[in-house]
């Protein structure tokens, strides 16, 4: 039986600690089972059971603390994370097997991590080979994303996250339920975005020739992968949150090969009714 895995990424602050408490009770509520994953060294708190916790094995303030590598917060949490990709087999012995596995990795915000260190791939890698069919989810933070400068900042972003990994991604726009009817009215072009349309109205303003030809190259880089879209995400809102959830459903086939279970309220009753049903016919 396959497994299945998102793998929650995106800058600091993004939400993505927020966005697997919030997929946690959406399953729980649709009676799917979904475990969590911390793999950020640096956590406090998460309001979300876990199933494993990078921290038993190494913590950023340990890290910090020590007299022989005297690193500070960004250059611990590399080395953590380099620890970590040395010890994966801490993860495996954590994960386990259940069937139907479906385990969210909430992920540290380093935007680094994702875009040219190698231990987010070979995580990814080693998902694989334990069979692991993985997700990209790459949120990024909706209250940044209402100028079309700062989008493109972050379309970069989860752009290289997407080439650098390899695997399929779902790009999502979190807080939605923080902007205002208009910014909502205003963010809907940048969903999907036309980046050619985008190119005029940000290189208006523009002064310099170089950075506005500089600015029309990444426009044109971006709209040629045409691969970059963001879904909204209102954690307010149970259908954006079930669309997400289908959408990278869909792109690990997610429910394919997954055998039939009775749900849970009827497994208990359902013994007295079937024996009343056969002994109905019986008995006639
Ligand atoms: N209103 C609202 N607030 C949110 C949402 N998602 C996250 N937040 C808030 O944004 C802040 C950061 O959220 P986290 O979930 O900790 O973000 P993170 O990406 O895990 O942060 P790091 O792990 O530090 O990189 C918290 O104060 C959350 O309450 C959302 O959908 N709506
Ligand atoms: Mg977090």
């Known amino acids: 039986m396959p497994r299945y895995a998102q793998l929650v990424m995106g800058p600091a602050g993004s939400g993505k600690s927020t966005y697997c408490s919030t997929m946690v ?85 380093q935007i680094e991590l994702y875009t040219h260190l190698p231990v987010m791939k070979q995580l990814v890698e080693q998902l694989q080979q334990w069979e692991f069919r993985v997700c990209g989810v790459f949120l990024v933070d909706s209250q940044f994303m209402v100028e079309s400068f700062k989008f493109i900042s972050g379309i970069l972003a989860a752009l290289s996250a997407m080439i650098s990994l390899e695997i399929p991604q779902i790009n999502v726009m979190t807080k939605m339920d923080l902007l205002s009817k208009k910014a909502k009215k205003e963010i809907e072009k940048y969903l999907d975005p036309d980046m050619y349309s985008m190119i005029e109205d940000s290189t208006n303003i523009l002064k310099s020739k170089r950075f506005k030809k500089l600015t029309k190259s990444i426009c044109g880089l971006i709209d040629d992968y045409g691969m970059v879209r963001f879904l909204p995400l209102d954690r307010s809102d149970e259908e954006s949150i079930n669309i997400v959830l289908q959408h990278i459903d869909f792109t690990i086939q997610y429910g394919e090969d997954l055998e039939f279970k009775e749900p849970k309220e009827c497994e208990e009753d359902k013994s007295p009714l079937v024996d009343e049903y056969f002994q109905d016919h019986v008995d006639e």
């Open 25 to 109: 009770q959406h399953c729980e509520a649709l009676g799917r089972a979904v475990q969590v994953v911390n793999l950020d060294p640096a956590a406090e708190l998460f309001s979300y059971p876990v199933m494993a916790d990078i921290r038993e094995l190494i913590e950023v303030d340990d890290v910090m603390e020590d007299e022989s590598l005297r690193f500070g917060p960004n250059g611990g949490l590399v080395f953590c994370m380099e620890y970590f990709a040395n010890n994966f087999s801490w993860l495996e012995e954590s994960l386990g097997h259940v069937e139907d596995d479906y385990v969210l990795f909430d992920c540290p915000g």
